[in-house]
């Protein structure tokens, strides 16, 4: 599929509504070109972590360590870390800088480059399942933690854009694997798009 693109600019990603951001993010591009192999995929899945008030965010309560530093930088800035000492995943830093408001990507649809990211997850066969989970889609697309504290809007490795994609319908729910927020593991922040084969969990 060939799609015309438009990179996005830093106020997209400088909203203060950490959650209008994971709205709008869906149905964007993400642009991969790591060691030369140049990858597109469509975000189908996010969710937002304000750094304010939200006791799932790990930057919660003004947590500041050198994992979290990275959160305090302006929006547009990439945000990956090792969970479980396994799986990278990828985050989009959002608001002002030193506000720590971010969006975890959790799933895409290939675009562009799909047998490059079908070699990297080690299979041929175009199954939504090897694309939708956060640590599935960073192996597709080849991020890891050295593209960590990346500026999106200004680098030609890693960045987001939009190809006019209209997304119609939005589902919003609780997010997934943060039992541990309490009352906050309720906020209906998780959202993909309704129909969309290519999410973590319908």
Known sequence: M???????????FQNP???????????????????????EAMITETEAYAGQNDKACHAHMGRFTKRTAT???????????LCYGIHHLFNIVTNIEGKADAVLI???????????????????????IVFSGPGKLTKALAIDKSLNALDLVYNDILYIA??????????KTTRIGID??????LLPWRFYISGNKFVSQP
């Open 162 to 171: 939009d190809h006019n994609f209209i997304v119609n319908d939005i589902v």
């Open 17 to 39: 509504d950490v959650v209008e951001v994971a709205k709008s993010l869906l149905g964007k591009i993400i642009c991969s070109n790591v060691d030369g192999k140049y990858c």
């Open 180 to 185: 541990y927020a309490d009352e906050d593991a």
């Open 71 to 81: 959160m305090y930088e302006k929006g547009g800035t990439s945000y990956v870390y």
């Open 2 to 12: 060939k799609v015309t693109k438009k990179r996005l600019g830093r106020a997209f």
């Open 106 to 128: 959790r799933a895409i649809e290939p675009i562009n480059g799909t047998a490059i990211m079908l070699e990297r997850r080690k299979t041929t066969r175009l199954n939504p």
